[in-house]
């Protein structure tokens, strides 16, 4: 029983007993009255009655406010059980979202456009090229190519991103045996290997490129061992959809050098095969670096051997002869020369090192005995031999003059930079390697005349100034020509300049301010300084002659 039913069964007792006294009272009031016992323990049966009725309503409270607990503690059971549940349902989803994720992530390259196909990945790389090199949905051989860079003579340099092989990369990222990773990597090399050659079929002489490109997921890519050779002997290069972007813009400047009419043997640029099978060298494309480098290390060889051999040793000038041949090996053998193919104010970098840099330093260094000192003596009576023909025939006499020197640099300067002579020296290695030849010697000549012994009178000084802002004049008549300019003069280097940020015309006109500024404050530097040189050399001159017994006059004649 409980405690509400106690105090139910106490409180009618206590009633009933309450109900005999007031019987028992009125029973006897008529006849005595009550006595002082009976009216007491009435008052105390009240009081205990009021007792009861209180602790019964309590009861009644606490029953109600236990049952209210039972209830809500009953709904936060119900509630805890759905939040289990749909925990459960949340992890289950979250399951399947990371395998999700992880079967896109085997074919991504990763990146800001997660969930994309590859394909789109790629094209969202490519889209940060410059307008008009990007070219999609072409058509060779009947077929349709996704992309392809455009080269400046229209041709296209093919690339492929299709992958349709998830099943084969995913049973790669699966694998956790050895043997069988081995043989799904097989698998998955067979696929690519096929790829490559469909994508071999995009290649027309025509219409693209000798070489194309296929694009593949990283996890594919990072298990090829034989598919490599094989796309290459078909023409095909495979790179990674990470790397796509630089390797891209590698073949494309590559190509755009070496490849200007349908394959790599136009343009004098043949392609043999080497001793090695696989192995492929470009003749006409090395042999100008060749050239280069074989000529600065045959002239500071024999240079080295002269000066140990001469008696008159003169610190300065070997100095002077060092930076100049690595002024040359900046202008011809460095990364330079690579951005001259695509920046037209590259090339001309490249002229100014020769002309302003290059030249006054060998001239100055006075290389020409030291180094036939230091060639066998059959090639120093050869020397010899040509030396006292042009000598003869009045050549050297006549090149000697100021007049004739910067004719003969002006016709070689404005002659290489007519855009017909410049495109053909651009596209064949011979005419180039001719080209900056013949700008560093014609520059040597005007130096040499200018820095000659002659200027120690005030006539020569006069004639040696006046060669040296003839030409800072020509030179900056020129570059104001290509500054001025309203429109792009030079087409040979096609998208190069955009590659860079620049449009044809702004790649220009940074070439004409180069050639214009920087040599003319050389040549005004040089002059001036042969003034105040033979103004030296002729008061000198002036306080030796009395003590001679010579007049200053004879002197000066």
Known sequence: ??????????????????????????????????????????????????????????????????ERLHEEMAGARRALHELSIRDQERREKDREAWSVVRRLSTVLAGGSAQGRAGENVLRQHLAQLPPGILVTDFKVNGKVVEFGLLLPDGRRLPVDSKWSALA????????????????????????????????????????TAPVAVAAVPDAAYQVLKRAHADAFSR????????????????????????????????????????????????????????????????SALAYARGYRRVRRRSAVRAAAFAGGVLAVAAALLTPLDGAADALFSAHMVQHLVLMVVAAPLLVVSRPVTTMLTGLPAWARRTAARVRAAVAAAGLARALRRPMVAWIVLTITLW??????????????????????ASLLLASALAWSVALSRGRASALGALGCALLLVASAVQGGLLGAVLLFAGTALYPVHGHGPALWGLTPLEDQQLAGALMWIPPS?????????????SFRAMDRATDVAPRDGRTQTGVVA
């Open 1 to 66: 029983m409980t405690d509400l039913g106690y105090a139910i069964v106490g409180a009618a007792a206590g009633l009933a007993v309450g109900a005999v006294l007031m019987a028992a009272r009125r029973g006897g009031s008529h006849g005595s009255q009550d006595p002082p016992g009976a009216t007491r323990l009435e008052a105390r049966l009240e009081v205990q009655a009021a007792d009861l009725r209180r602790l019964a309503d309590a009861v009644g409270v606490r029953d109600t406010l236990a």
């Open 168 to 207: 084969e990369l995913e049973a790669l990222e699966a694998a956790e045996d050895p043997g069988e990773l081995d043989v799904r990597a097989r698998d998955v090399e067979r696929v690519v290997a096929h790829r490559a050659r469909e994508v071999a079929q995009y290649l027309d002489p025509a219409l």
């Open 235 to 298: 023409g095909v290069v495979i790179v990674p959809y990470s790397t796509a972007l630089p390797v891209l813009l590698f073949l494309y400047s590559l190509v755009a050098r070496f490849g200007d009419a349908g394959d790599v043997q136009a343009n004098g640029f043949q392609v043999v095969e080497d001793d090695r099978t696989g192995d492929t060298l470009t003749e006409s494309g090395a042999s100008y670096m060749g050239f280069a480098a074989s000529a600065l290390l045959a």
């Open 415 to 436: 002659a290489w930079h007519t855009p017909s002579l410049y495109t053909v020296a651009l596209q064949h290695s011979a005419a180039h390697a001719l080209e900056h």
């Open 521 to 533: 404050v050389v040549y005004l530097g040089a002059a001036a300084g042969v003034f105040i040189g």
